[in-house]
């Protein structure tokens, strides 16, 4: 079973930048397609973006297009959330998951995927 940790969170003010970094260990790594998740307190659980396992391919949420950007480096096993311009509705806890296929089809499902890391704070004042 793939092993998740996520890294990069903290506290940064509106307009800021921060970079999320999910590794994992355990597996083929290209041969999974990989996804990003948020909640924030009150919440449920909301889609951010996928990518397939080859990387060819990346979804979005409308409410972070143009803003959050995901890739991934195979030979590193890991997946990264570049995020510019946050706003403080970006407030959250960011999940990385795991779906033991390369591709996937329906990406914003939470069922779709397999394994979730445990998270990691970010924070984003006005």
């Known amino acids: 079973q793939v092993q998740l940790v996520e890294s990069g969170g903290g506290s940064v003010q509106a307009g800021g930048s921060l970079r999320l970094s999910c590794v994992a260990s355990g597996g083929t790594f290209s041969r999974y397609a990989m996804g990003w998740f948020r909640q924030a307190p009150g919440k449920e659980h909301e889609f951010v973006a996928a990518i397939t396992g080859s990387g060819g391919s990346a979804y979005y949420s409308d409410s972070v297009k143009g803003r959050l950007t995901i890739s991934r480096d195979n030979a590193k096993s890991t997946v990264y959330l570049q995020m510019n311009s946050l706003k403080p509705e970006d407030t959250a806890v960011y999940y990385c998951?795991?779906?033991?296929?390369?591709?996937?089809?329906?990406?914003?499902?939470?069922?779709?995927?397999?394994?979730w890391g445990q998270g990691t704070q970010v924070t984003v004042s006005s």
């Open positions: 998951a795991v779906r033991y296929s390369s591709y996937i089809f329906d990406y914003a499902s939470g069922t779709a995927y397999d394994y």
